[in-house]
């Protein structure tokens, strides 16, 4: 017989609750006083329910979150963070240890995953104006949490100590130290020494099982409690009208059953989703590491292909310029587009839409060219030998590229007379959709030498 408190209730329930949920007032108290979903608001807008609106991606993101903290503590059991060991502890997890091989195919997929779903999250907030009415500190920390799952990737990438895993750390570390005033440090600090060795699988291991998982969960948490005192997730201001010409308040939901039901649902789906992903593609394994043989080409972590392959069309610094231009418009995103009228409405409106359209549409045509013309047509460096290096293949190409989205900034603003919130859509769209298609375009179309290959 389970003891009970004075108000009759089991000790199971008191580990979790304070009280109770019979009823609205009860849940409302149930989810404040929750251990974990204290961090949801005790109601939330019913409209914010709606799958098409937030499609799941920040409960699938940290869902995927969870996943990878539990199956990276196992593997912990039996990973030796040794250059001598490392690889041949991955083959024992592999093939010796009881579910070894799906555990690290699960967290393997999962990383990859997070990626993608931490992205279009951000996009989701992006289009919905999400940054808006307040909410400008969350949608920064939400940068910074994309920023650190990214370095969860490149850290974790190390690990299994084979001919990917180094080829790519070591073109990684390579683009890092391009980075303006800390790039060499930071690159330095990891790699503690030449090149890619024992000092970098050490500090690797470390930042990728204490330091980052630390930051990432005080991140989150922040981020969600954050969520929950800016008023929930975004929603359109303007209310329903009745038929009375009265305004009609929008309903709100219980957090329980309502929100709760919902991330249950999708997280369910996801986690047999990814299982059964992981039990028919392991995680990839290649040859132990050779520094004396590196592969052609040796390319970097597929979420870095758009960076490299920018560094082949301009000079590093012109390259990683343009990136922290973009990175900071994105942060100040919310100084960029104060206009709060149209938050909770997916590409601000009917027109907003159009414009995303266009832009994507514009660089689905225009960088494939720019692509193609620079690889095979256009040397800058021999069209002008009188001129530094800096300066014909860094400079020119960044004003090119800034002039470009000043074009399109001009096209939708001036010639397509959209409002200055529309044209940030179209205009990030362009840039959005170049970002991936440079990756693509990494990943898939560069063979021997970096050269431009067909894959098919």
Same mark, same amino acid.
């Given at each position: 017989?389970?003891?009970?408190?004075?108000?009759?209730?089991?000790?199971?329930?008191?580990?979790?609750?304070?009280?109770?949920? /019979?009823?609205?007032?009860?849940?409302?108290?149930?989810?404040?006083?929750?251990?974990?979903?204290?961090?949801?608001?005790?109601?939330?807008?019913?409209?914010?329910?709606?799958?098409?609106?937030? @499609?799941?991606?920040?409960?699938?993101?940290?869902?995927?979150?969870?996943?990878?903290?539990?199956?990276?503590?196992?593997?912990?059991?039996?990973?030796?963070?040794?250059?001598?060991?490392?690889?041949?502890?991955?083959?024992?997890?592999?093939?010796?240890?009881?579910?070894?091989?799906?555990?690290?195919?699960?967290?393997? @997929?999962? &990383?990859?995953?997070?990626?993608?779903?931490?992205?279009?999250?951000?996009?989701?907030?992006?289009?919905?104006?999400?940054?808006?009415?307040? #909410?400008?500190?969350? @949608?920064?920390?939400?940068?910074?949490?994309?920023?650190?799952?990214?370095?969860?990737?490149?850290?974790?990438?190390?690990?299994?100590?084979?001919?990917? &895993?180094?080829?790519?750390?070591?073109?990684?570390?390579?683009?890092?130290?391009?980075?303006?005033?800390?790039?060499? &440090?930071?690159?330095? =600090?990891?790699?503690? $020494?030449?090149?890619?060795?024992?000092?970098?699988?050490?500090?690797?291991? &470390?930042?990728?099982?204490?330091?980052?998982?630390?930051?990432?969960?005080?991140?989150?948490?922040?981020?969600?409690?954050?969520?929950?005192?800016?008023?929930?997730?975004?929603?359109?201001?303007?209310?329903?009208?009745?038929?009375?010409?009265?305004?009609?308040?929008?309903?709100?939901?219980?957090?329980?059953?309502?929100?709760?039901?919902?991330?249950?649902?999708?997280?369910?789906?996801?986690?047999?989703?990814?299982?059964?992903?992981?039990?028919?593609? /392991?995680? /990839?394994?290649?040859?132990?590491?050779?520094?004396?043989?590196? /592969?052609?080409?040796?390319?970097?972590?597929?979420?870095?292909?758009?960076?490299?392959?920018?560094?082949?069309?301009?000079?590093?610094?012109?390259?990683?310029?343009?990136?922290?231009?973009?990175?900071?418009?994105?942060? =100040?995103?919310?100084?960029?587009?104060?206009?709060?009228?149209?938050?909770?409405?997916?590409?601000?409106?009917?027109?907003?839409?159009?414009?995303?359209?266009?832009?994507?549409?514009?660089?689905?045509?225009?960088?494939?060219?720019?692509?193609?013309?620079?690889?095979?047509?256009?040397?800058?460096?021999?069209?002008?030998?009188?001129?530094?290096?800096?300066?014909?293949?860094?400079?020119?190409?960044?004003?090119?590229?800034?002039? $470009?989205?000043?074009?399109?900034?001009?096209?939708? #603003? @001036?010639?397509?007379?959209?409002?200055?919130?529309?044209?940030?859509?179209?205009?990030?769209?362009?840039?959005?959709?170049?970002?991936?298609?440079?990756?693509?375009?990494?990943? =898939?179309?560069?063979?021997?030498?970096?050269?431009?290959?067909?894959?098919?």
């Amino acid at each position: 017989m389970s003891e009970r408190t004075p108000t009759n209730q089991p000790r199971r329930s008191r580990l979790l609750y304070t009280s109770a949920a /019979p009823d609205d007032r009860s849940r409302m108290r149930a989810v404040a006083n929750n251990l974990i979903l204290h961090l949801h608001p005790t109601k939330v807008p019913a409209p914010a329910l709606k799958w098409s609106y937030t @499609w799941g991606l920040g409960g699938i993101s940290a869902t995927l979150a969870v996943v990878l903290i539990v199956t990276g503590v196992l593997l912990m059991f039996r990973y030796d963070a040794s250059a001598a060991t490392a690889y041949t502890s991955i083959q024992l997890i592999e093939t010796q240890v009881l579910f070894g091989s799906l555990i690290r195919a699960l967290h393997h @997929w999962s &990383a990859n995953l997070l990626v993608i779903t931490a992205f279009l999250h951000l996009l989701r907030v992006f289009y919905t104006a999400g940054f808006k009415d307040g #909410r400008s500190t969350n @949608w920064i920390i939400g940068i910074i949490l994309f920023l650190i799952v990214l370095t969860f990737n490149f850290t974790g990438y190390l690990l299994p100590w084979d001919q990917l &895993a180094y080829w790519a750390i070591t073109v990684g570390t390579s683009l890092l130290s391009y980075i303006p005033l800390v790039g060499q &440090a930071i690159s330095d =600090f990891l790699l503690a $020494g030449p090149v890619v060795g024992q000092g970098a699988l050490r500090n690797f291991y &470390a930042l990728h099982v204490a330091v980052l998982p630390t930051l990432l969960i005080l991140m989150m948490s922040y981020h969600f409690w954050k969520v929950r005192k800016d008023g929930g997730i975004s929603q359109p201001k303007e209310e329903e009208m009745e038929e009375n010409g009265r305004r009609r308040p929008i309903e709100r939901l219980t957090t329980i059953p309502h929100l709760v039901q919902v991330e249950f649902a999708a997280a369910s789906v996801l986690i047999a989703g990814l299982l059964l992903f992981a039990i028919f593609v /392991p995680a /990839p394994l290649e040859e132990l590491a050779n520094p004396s043989h590196p /592969p052609n080409p040796a390319k970097a972590a597929w979420y870095f292909m758009g960076l490299q392959e920018l560094l082949l069309h301009m000079h590093p610094l012109a390259a990683m310029l343009l990136t922290g231009l973009v990175l900071l418009a994105l942060i =100040f995103l919310p100084r960029l587009d104060r206009d709060a009228a149209d938050i909770g409405h997916y590409f601000r409106s009917a027109v907003g839409r159009r414009a995303a359209a266009l832009g994507a549409l514009l660089s689905l045509g225009l960088i494939p060219m720019l692509v193609v013309v620079d690889e095979w047509y256009l040397d800058l460096p021999a069209l002008l030998p009188g001129w530094p290096t800096l300066l014909s293949n860094g400079l020119l190409p960044l004003l090119f590229s800034l002039f $470009g989205l000043f074009l399109i900034y001009a096209l939708f #603003r @001036w010639g397509g007379r959209l409002r200055h919130s529309e044209v940030l859509v179209g205009l990030f769209s362009f840039i959005f959709v170049s970002l991936i298609i440079l990756t693509l375009i990494g990943v =898939f179309f560069r063979g021997a030498n970096m050269a431009l290959v067909w894959p098919f």
